[in-house]
């Protein structure tokens, strides 16, 4: 499946080759056993000719290694590197540690923070709760913005400004038609009256799997986060999620955001007229 191509691609000032680099080192995900030539370019949507000159280049630089001729391709040392820095700037992440283990050990259920890439929301951090099964997503894993409910949080606490980017990167709507710019006013309408986002079960990228999410900002991100509880549907179902989860999670998150200086405002509150 190839990647939608934004309107800001037909910029003059758009690096082509350097976009279609770094489009190789998207196409890969948490759980690959490294990836070919012919893989890459059916991910990417690049002629396997180009991707072959990326993928030499890349690992000249150590972006990508392969540790035999003709073997597959996997993360390098360089990008590795790279990784570690960008979530070391991540200093939030630190305090939210403590919070968001107790959080998942006294819900049962996954919790999970994720940001925005392009027009999905990409797991950075897990965390599961000690004493029980949970679900199983990996760091790095990609969700829908219009089919889970970090991207609804995503989406209900971003700025105008903010909206419109999204919406270069998401040029389809979800699957029953509905329009990203509904979907934002439902999870605005969701965080005004509970603080919390839950997608509609239509439009859920998994059928059996619940989750609740509620947006966070930083000032060291460009725009709105979203931390999230999730679990099977028979764990977390819906009257669960209004009663303690969606509310645990919101206090929680609220914490997070009072400790690291927000002065308690919600994440979503200097949007609601944008």
């Known amino acids: 499946m190839t990647e939608a191509r934004p309107d800001y691609e037909g910029d003059r000032n758009f690096a082509t080759t350097l976009a279609r680099g770094l489009s190789v080192l998207r196409a890969f995900r948490a759980g690959d056993d490294g990836l070919t030539n012919a893989q890459i370019a059916e991910r990417t949507g690049l002629p396997k000719s180009t991707v072959s000159r990326l993928t030499f280049t ?6 990508l ?3 035999q001729r003709n073997d597959r391709y996997r993360p390098g040392p360089t990008l590795l590197a790279m990784g570690h820095v960008a979530a070391a700037s991540l200093s939030f992440l630190d305090p939210a540690h403590d919070m968001m283990q107790a959080l998942a050990d006294d819900t049962g259920t996954l919790v999970l923070f994720a940001v925005r890439d392009r027009d999905k929301v990409a797991l950075m951090r897990t965390w599961r709760p000690q004493r029980t099964a949970s679900i199983w997503l990996e760091v790095g894993h990609r969700l ?4 889970s409910s970090s991207g609804l949080a995503v989406l209900a ?3 105008r400004e903010e909206f419109a980017g999204l919406l270069a990167d998401c040029p389809e709507p979800p699957l029953d038609g509905t329009t990203l710019e509904a979907l934002r006013r439902e ?3 969701q965080l005004i009256g509970h603080g919390y986002a839950v997608v509609r079960n239509e439009l859920r990228y998994s059928r059996n799997i619940s989750a609740v999410s509620v947006p966070f900002r930083s000032a060291r991100l460009a725009g709105p986060v979203a931390f999230s509880c999730g679990a099977l549907d028979d764990v977390l179902p819906d009257d669960r999620i209004r009663s303690q989860v969606g509310p645990a999670l919101r206090d929680t998150v609220a914490r ?3 400790l690291v200086g927000a002065d308690g405002m919600p994440a979503w509150a ?3 007229n944008d």
């Not at 890349?58 to 972006?63: A, I, N, Q, R, W």
């Open 58 to 63: 890349l690992g000249c630089l150590g972006y």
């Open 65 to 67: 290694t392969q540790p």
């Open 144 to 147: 829908p913005i219009g089919g």
């Open 157 to 159: 606490a971003s700025t």
């Open 187 to 189: 999870g605005r309408d």
């Open 256 to 258: 997070l955001q009072r």
């Open 270 to 272: 200097g949007t609601m």
